[in-house]
């Protein structure tokens, strides 16, 4: 089974809808990371989570917002989809005990109409 | 604000040849990242360099830190097509340095 896990893997939307997407992790990391992918611009950071109780905004936060249930969870919301956040969004995790790696889940492609 | 460059942007080589992927970086940081993307999939971590004048090695490739020059190579010897990927360095900003800003990725293209 993925260490990292992200639903849906694949979504459809249409402008103004809200869309979640959720991360899950077994690793037993503390903390957690999310990313979106365009082409020609690599990867930026939209928010990160170091505890379950701390939220820190990314490059480019405006549009997101993000919610840490527990530790293994963190979940990225598109309260009012717009076309130019049609991207690829990954999720990421690291251990502070163990080293700065940060391992990546599969992705979910969003497509907003 | 720290920035991240790689080149080349599109690399075609041939099996065989060695070729070596640039990463500058704008600001003061210790901590650089290589990543592998294969297309359609999610990043996998390569190394991870934290001092300056870092090597690391794995198969056919190899990392190196400058931290004065603020420059990172990801050296490749003797390409093979499995090492067909995209490339990503990333930097840790030097006050947190979990805040990774990343390159804009090489794309590596292994021919016979």
């Known amino acids: 089974d993925a260490d990292v896990t992200q639903t849906p893997r694949n979504r459809i939307t249409k402008t103004g809808k809200r869309i979640m997407l959720e991360c899950s992790q077994t690793?037993?990391?503390?903390?957690m990371y999310w990313y979106r992918q365009d082409p020609g611009l690599g990867l930026r950071l939209i928010y990160y989570?170091?505890?379950?109780?701390?939220?820190n905004k990314g490059e480019i936060s405006d549009g997101y917002s993000v919610s840490r249930q527990a530790q293994a969870k963190f979940s990225l919301s598109l309260e009012s989809a717009i076309p130019n956040q049609t991207a690829l969004y990954f999720c990421?995790?690291?251990?502070?005990?163990?080293?700065?790696?940060?391992?990546f889940g599969p992705g979910t492609r969003l497509t907003v109409l | 604000e720290l920035k991240v460059e790689q080149n080349p942007l599109f690399l075609s080589m041939q099996e065989g040849k060695n070729y070596t992927i640039y990463c500058n970086y704008s600001t003061t940081s210790d901590r650089l990242y290589w990543y592998r993307q294969d297309p359609g999939k999610s990043l996998e971590s390569l190394f991870v360099?934290?001092?300056?004048?870092a090597v690391k090695q794995e198969g056919r490739l190899m990392a190196s830190l400058d931290t004065k020059a603020r420059l990172s190579t990801l050296h490749i010897t003797a390409a093979v097509h499995d090492l067909s990927a995209t490339y990503f360095c990333a930097v840790g900003n030097s006050y947190n340095t979990d805040k990774l800003i990343f390159g804009t990725g090489t794309r590596l293209q292994v021919f016979p």
């Open positions: 360099l934290l001092s300056n004048g």
């Open positions: 989570s170091f505890d379950v109780k701390d939220i």
């Open positions: 690793k037993g990391h503390d903390r």
């Open positions: 990421a995790t690291s251990d502070s005990r163990t080293g700065p790696t940060q391992y």
